[in-house]
């Protein structure tokens, strides 16, 4: 079984600071998605990634994999009420045919 | 653009009783997935199937069955509710492989008395 470690498990900042999640595995990766999950919802995709040491940006988020694809991290700037959730990685084993493992989730709060 | 939906959205049952959770996808998807979350241990996957007609156990299968007897539909069903299947069940598809995006209905909420 491939485990996800997610650190940290709770953030709780003001508005305007900036944030790192991390996403931490033994174990190598082919691709590795990350989702965030609002309360009362099912996770809704945010990213994927497959290269290693490949940077995504969507917006105010920064997302990295490791050289290694054993890691990632999402980088939020200038956090904003509305980035409040529940963020998740979740990695697929090499050569694609094993299932998604899910990290245990960052919970971020961003009040006003 | 329903997506992915499942019913019913809540539900509180009695230990020993029976229950199917349905869950229906439009996006004509091949793989469908069902998971429970409970709090501080994330989404673990309880069945899966990679199309119709199959179904494969996932990390937290004992306790339940699954069928997906229509391509659309992935049903999961608890035979005997115990105390310990209390949790918040997420039906989730994707297009035909495990390592495309999945996308997740809106949970079910059940309670085991």
């Known amino acids: 079984t491939q485990l996800l470690e997610q650190s940290p498990q709770f953030l709780s900042i003001q508005e305007g600071e900036n944030l790192t999640v991390y996403c931490n595995s033994s174990?190598?990766?082919?691709?590795l998605q990350w989702y965030r999950q609002e309360p009362g919802e099912g996770p809704v995709l945010l990213v994927t990634v497959v290269t290693g040491g490949e940077v995504k940006k969507l917006k105010r988020l920064t997302f990295q994999f490791g050289d290694a694809r054993k890691d990632s991290s999402l980088h939020i700037t200038a956090a904003q009420p509305g980035d409040t959730g529940l963020y998740l990685c979740?990695?697929?084993?090499?050569?694609?045919?094993?299932?998604?493992?899910f990290g245990k989730g960052t919970m971020l709060l961003v009040s006003p | 653009n329903a997506g992915v939906t499942q019913t019913p959205k809540f539900r509180v049952l009695k230990t020993g009783q029976s229950m199917t959770l349905l869950c229906a996808q439009d996006?004509?998807?091949?793989?469908m997935y069902w998971y429970r979350q409970d709090p501080g241990m994330g989404l673990r996957l309880i069945h899966y199937?990679?199309?119709?007609?199959?179904?494969a156990k996932g990390e937290v299968p004992d306790g339940y069955n699954v069928s997906r007897l229509k391509k659309q539909n992935f049903l999961l069903g608890l035979e005997s509710a115990a105390p310990s299947q209390t949790s918040v069940y997420f039906c989730a598809s994707s297009l035909d492989r495990f390592n495309q995006p999945q996308h997740f209905g809106d949970g079910t909420r059940l309670s085991i008395l």
């Open positions: 174990s190598v990766f082919s691709s």
């Open positions: 996006m004509n998807h091949e793989y």
């Open positions: 199937s990679v199309g119709e007609g199959t179904t």
């Open positions: 979740a990695g697929v084993g090499l050569g694609g045919y094993s299932t998604l493992t």
